[in-house]
């Protein structure tokens, strides 16, 4: 029991005496060199982004749009709802 509180505490403070030192070593980056890499950083999601929307072109319509001017039908004598007009496969409609 003594030997793992020993390890224990051994983990413990090598955890913190690194955390310190890259909390330091973080601090001492120069904010120019962090404004870069951010900047960098948002460059790539734009340039995504431009890929993205080059390859998926115009707008879907939302879920609630698509079922306008659908006409409804009626579900299974047993049930008696109405549903839209889709093809329920999964449930043998």
Excluded: C, N
């Excluded at 983990?11 to 120069?30: D, F, H, N, W």
């Excluded at 870069?36 to 319509?61: C, I, K, N, Q, W």
Aim: net charge positive; glycine share 12%.
């Amino acid at each position: 029991m003594i030997r793992r509180l020993f390890w224990l505490s051994l983990g413990a403070a090598a955890g913190i005496a690194g955390y310190r030192r890259l909390t330091t070593l973080a601090r001492s980056v120069s904010p120019a060199v962090r404004i870069r890499g951010l900047a960098r950083f948002a460059a790539d999601v734009r340039d995504g982004m431009d890929l993205y929307m080059e390859r998926h072109p115009g707008r879907a319509a939302s879920t609630l749009d698509s079922h306008r001017g659908r006409k409804q039908l009626r579900g299974p004598a047993d049930d008696g709802r109405a549903r839209y007009g889709t093809d329920h496969v999964k449930d043998g409609r």
